[in-house]
Nanobody, 121 residues
Framework: QVQLVESGGDLVQPGGSLRLSCTAS????????MGWYRQAPGKLRELVAA???????NYPGSVKGRFTISRDNAKNTVYLQMNSLKPEDTAVYYC???????????????WGQGTQVTVSS
């Protein structure tokens, strides 16, 4: 069974930093796109950062310059380094990945269970 497991969420003060990790496990042939999303109470889920298998990244303006996404393809892991955190960054953060389970099979989108990030003094 394929799954994505996030870790690293915590309570942090404004201006602080956190590093989230997400590891894909199971019988995986290939991972293309990987990304981080977040959802605050009463709001829609939004993209935070994305990275292709070749390392091309994408960020929305709200986090550009503060957040950095990276991945370790050998470990099937994606990271999100978050610096200069603000109270408005408070949300559940979800990992997302497009994965193929065998050669020639299509890529399907998978989601992790989420990890809570709270920015508060």
């Amino acid at each position: 069974q394929v799954q994505l497991v996030e870790s690293g969420g915590d309570l942090v003060q404004p201006g602080g930093s956190l590093r989230l990790s997400c590891t894909a496990s199971g019988s995986i042939f290939s991972i293309s796109y990987m990304g981080w999303y977040r959802q605050a109470p009463g709001k829609l889920r939004e993209l935070v950062a994305a990275i292709t298998s070749g390392g091309i990244t994408n960020y929305p303006g709200s986090v550009k310059g503060r957040f950095t996404i990276s991945r370790d393809n050998a470990k099937n892991t994606v990271y999100l380094q978050m610096n200069s955190l603000k109270p408005e960054d408070t949300a559940v953060y979800y990992c997302n990945a497009d994965m193929a389970l065998s050669g020639g099979s299509p890529y399907y989108s998978y989601w992790g269970q989420g990890t809570q990030v709270t920015v508060s003094s």
